[in-house]
């Protein structure tokens, strides 16, 4: 797939099931080295879908990308991006990373946050080339999570 064709679409009630089956592979990677299960991989992906912004890439039929973004007091966040293990490297994290930016911008947000694992320093790295900056570090429901922020 050429990741330029790769265009998210909101995701359906019907797509929970294939979004969590990505979110697990994705993020099971993490387990060990956090010694507990991920916070996206605990998540109830049928209540995601219905109460917040989710989106998937498809390829074929299959989901092989997922987004999820949260309103917040504060503008938008980005909750959530995962890729089937098999095709990570390829472009689809940042095309649903852009895909956050834009919807944050149409909805009239200045800034995009997120939050990643203290742990997970090679997110945090990737998130710093894409020009997020740390804002805040805080312990939320046992995981000690970087915020990060983008301005638009």
Request: charge should be negative.
């Amino acid at each position: 797939m050429d990741v330029t064709s790769a265009v998210p679409r909101p995701a359906t009630a019907a797509d929970a099931a294939a979004i969590t089956a990505c979110v697990r592979a994705a993020y099971q990677r993490y387990v060990e080295g956090i010694g507990r299960l991920p916070g996206p991989m605990l998540e109830d992906y049928q209540q995601v879908v219905r109460n917040h912004r989710a989106y998937v890439i498809e390829e074929g039929g299959r989901i092989i990308g997922a987004l999820v973004l949260k309103d917040t007091d504060d503008g938008i966040l980005l909750d959530n991006v995962a890729v089937l293990p098999s095709r990570q490297g390829e472009g689809l994290g940042r095309r649903l990373v852009e895909h956050a930016e834009s919807e944050a911008r149409r909805l009239g947000h200045d800034h995009l946050d997120l939050y990643t694992h203290q742990r997970m320093t090679g997110n945090i790295a990737m998130y710093a080339r894409y020009g997020y900056e740390e804002f805040d570090c805080r312990t939320e429901h046992g995981f000690p999570r970087v915020y990060m922020r983008k301005l638009l």
